[in-house]
C-alpha cells in the first residue's frame, strides 16, 4: 500500500506557472505507474498526464499537451506535474493517483489506479 500527498496548489493569474508535487509512502514506488487527474466543480475526475515507472513513457490530456510536463523521481518517491501557461479552465483539485496491478501502462480512467492523494486546489484567474 501506498500514501500519497500532494503539495504545490495555489491561486495565480492566467500565463503563470505551477508545479506540484507528490510525494508517496513505501519502498516500492518505481513499481507504480503514476497519473495526475483534475476535478472542477460540477464535472468529473479526468485525467490529466500520466507516467510510467521507469519515467520514459508519458501521456497527456488534449486539453494540457504541450503546457503540462510530468516527472518522477523515483530515489526521492516523487511524481510532479509542472504546469505552464494556465488558464482559468484549469482551475480544479488536482489529484495525485497510483497504479500498481495490471503491468507498466498509463490509463487514463479513474478505476485504474489503486491508491489517490487529497488533492491539491489550482485556481487560475484571468
Known amino acids: 500500500q501506498v500514501q500519497l500527498v500532494e503539495s504545490g496548489g495555489g491561486s495565480v493569474q492566467a500565463g503563470d506557472s505551477l508545479r506540484l508535487s507528490c510525494a508517496a509512502s513505501?519502498?516500492?514506488?518505481?513499481?507504480?505507474?503514476m497519473g495526475w487527474f483534475r476535478q472542477a466543480p460540477g464535472k468529473e475526475r479526468e485525467f490529466v498526464a500520466g507516467?510510467?515507472?521507469?519515467?520514459?513513457?508519458?501521456d497527456y490530456a488534449d486539453s494540457v499537451k504541450g503546457r503540462f510536463t510530468i516527472s518522477r523521481d523515483n530515489a526521492k518517491s516523487r511524481v510532479y506535474l509542472q504546469m505552464n501557461s494556465l488558464k482559468p479552465e484549469d482551475t480544479a483539485v488536482y489529484y495525485c493517483?497510483?497504479?500498481?496491478?495490471?503491468?507498466?501502462?498509463?490509463?487514463?480512467?479513474?478505476?485504474?489506479?489503486?491508491?489517490w492523494g487529497q488533492g491539491t486546489q489550482v485556481t487560475v484567474s484571468s
Open positions: 513505501g519502498r516500492t514506488f518505481n513499481t507504480y505507474v
Open positions: 507516467i510510467s515507472r521507469g519515467g520514459s513513457s508519458t
Open positions: 493517483a497510483a497504479r500498481r496491478i495490471g503491468g507498466n501502462y498509463i490509463r487514463r480512467t479513474t478505476g485504474e489506479y489503486d491508491y
